[in-house]
């Protein structure tokens, strides 16, 4: 199957399409790319006797709304040309791999079901995954050695809240050829996917009796141009960054020396420091990227300069710089408060 390569906007440059409204771009999840993938994934619901396939469509992000069974997918996955848009705007592609789409299809899939066959009002659910938020909280401090909860998402996603905790349960039991009772034996976590075991067993075969399928966020609804769009989305992942602390740059560089200046060697290695921080912490790559660009901003006012071989540098660096993500988080802060 071929997916749409040549539309009236893609070969557009990027300030043009950015003026495009997002309901003009007529996007369409038959005929893209993703399309396969979803029709793989309804694939493994019939591999496990599931006979409800949620359907998707295209929305602003990733996400199931409270008491809905539909799924929406971020638009920019419908388009190569939008997915090369997104990762220059946000320095990543939410999903634009076909593993990672997977797992975030199965795990929004577990929300769906979650309210599609009322797991969200059953007792033993409730007993175990804990009570649905009134409020979803900005930050969570998760354990990450941890054996209470599954490991599917990044960031320990299914210590957020006890409704997260549950779709995360369910896409680790969805994953094929996953042996999820060896993997877990031992684990308190088992116990929750055993519950789940339990419940999907006695819907098998069945279809929900009550469906909330209306689209909301919907892509051809959008009248926001790209523009507007992507300005939205940076300043709510630019949160409000520290000052930063000028005693630690200092022990990293320093004020009397004649080496490379500190903010040319940010700048020169800055992909290498994004990839390895991010790679650790697993926090997005746009936030990290805003967080080293005012470290060589902060590095210049300075003036400091390097006293280290580069390669201590980057270590030292790198570690300093995981360490304040990985606060952040844990508590919403890239530093605490002393």
Sequence with gaps: MSHPTSTSWSDLPDEELLEKRICDLQLSIVGSEIELLIQTFYRELDDKRLVYHPPCYLADEWFVLEGSSIIGIPFYLAHPRLKKLEQKMMLEVEGGASSEFM??????????????????????????????????????????????????????????????????????????????KSYYKGWPALEKLELLDQLLQKISGKTPAQLNIEKSYSAERLTSKLKTYYRRKQKLFAQDYPDFYDRDLTQIFSLDSSGEPAGEFIRKNRKKILDKVTRWTGEKKFIVNNLIKRHIERCQGLKLRLHHSEAETMLELVAYLASMVS???YTGKFKPVV
């Excluded at 797992?103 to 899939?109: N, Q, S, T, V």
């Excluded at 960031?155 to 905790?165: S, V």
């Design 327 to 329: 606060n952040y988080i």
């Design 103 to 180: 797992k975030l299809l199965r795990h929004e899939a577990g929300h769906a079901y979650f309210y599609a066959y009322g797991f969200n009002k059953n007792p033993k659910v409730r007993r175990l995954f804990g009570p649905s938020p009134k409020e979803i909280p900005e930050s969570y401090r998760p354990k990450p050695y941890s054996k209470s909860y599954v490991k599917h998402l990044e960031n320990w996603y299914a210590q957020a809240e006890p409704d997260e905790d549950f779709a995360e349960t369910f896409a680790v039991w969805m994953t094929p050829a996953f042996d999820w």
